[in-house]
């Protein structure tokens, strides 16, 4: 095992503020979020996107991971959560698609996969325009990095409604959540 790099610096602490802003970022979607992460990062793993981990997968939580080796042995170290490719909880890999992941069932769709995707930047006010369920009228976020194609799949994925797939996107110490609810549009 990988020990090397350190998990969150006050666990109960850190853990709680990241539940905190991903919960804040689910409930206003777009909105961006800042997280506190571990001291040290594996290579192949945003400081947003370790916190992440940290904070959402456990034992019990199946996670699909394509970050590396080193990511790997970090995740398994502190999370002690199983590995899956298929029907995994959540998904940090860059080559998913959102038609892949597990989208739940109608009278499940709870059960739907959420995707922590790393990008490059998330900043508010200009770029995508989002709508729906707990955004007052509309809100716009620029994401750089996306994968190509995003919005096309966003909007084919959000036609499962309810089933879905949620998305936490990752930048840096930076979080913004977009729940299967949420339309988006290309600015």
């Known amino acids: 095992m990988d020990t090397r790099f ?13 539940f905190r802003a991903v919960l804040e970022a689910m409930s206003r979607p777009g909105r961006v979020e800042t997280v506190t992460p571990p001291p040290e990062v594996p290579p192949g793993l945003s400081p947003a996107a370790a916190a992440m981990l940290l904070t959402l997968v456990d034992a019990v939580t199946p996670l699909r991971l394509a970050a590396g080796a080193e990511a790997e042995a970090w995740v398994r170290f502190h999370c002690g959560c199983p590995m899956r490719r298929d029907g995994a909880a959540f998904v940090l890999d860059p080559t998913a698609t959102l038609m892949e992941l597990d989208a739940g069932t109608d009278e499940e ?6 995707l ?16 729906g369920p707990g955004i007052r009228d509309a809100h716009r976020l620029h994401v750089r990095g996306a994968p190509a194609g995003f919005v ?3 909007a084919r994925s959000r036609a499962r409604f309810p089933r879905g797939v949620d998305a936490i996107l990752c930048a840096d110490t930076r979080i913004a959540a977009l729940p299967r609810t ?6």
Request: aromatic share 6%; proline share 7%; net charge negative.
């Open 6 to 18: 350190p998990g969150f610096a006050a666990p109960v602490l850190d853990a709680q503020a990241s």
């Open 109 to 114: 769709p709870e059960h739907g996969a959420t």
């Open 116 to 131: 922590i995707l790393e990008v490059a930047a998330l900043e508010e006010g200009s770029g995508w325009r989002l709508t």
């Open 152 to 154: 096309a799949d966003w």
């Open 182 to 187: 949420v339309r988006i549009e290309e600015a």
